[in-house]
């Protein structure tokens, strides 16, 4: 699912919100309550892109986290 989402930021945002609810959806279906997104995969790779993000998607119904740069 974060795929389609790395692809729709890439494109301008092209279905963006089919892609969340798809996603939505999938966390759901999962029992999880957040999606986690390698900020380093983000068009806007900073501080008020990431916050940008994080409101767009919470308005939505999807809690947002980045994984750690520190590495996994």
Sequence with gaps: MTADIY??????NQDIDLHI????????REG???????????????RSGRKTMQSYFRKR??????????GD
């Design 61 to 70: 119904g999807v809690t947002v986290v980045f994984a750690d740069k520190a």
């Design 21 to 28: 609810a798809r996603l939505k959806q999938a966390l759901a």
């Design 7 to 12: 692809a729709s930021l890439a494109n301008d």
């Design 32 to 46: 999880a309550t957040q999606a986690t997104f390698d900020p380093v995969r983000l068009a806007q790779n900073n």
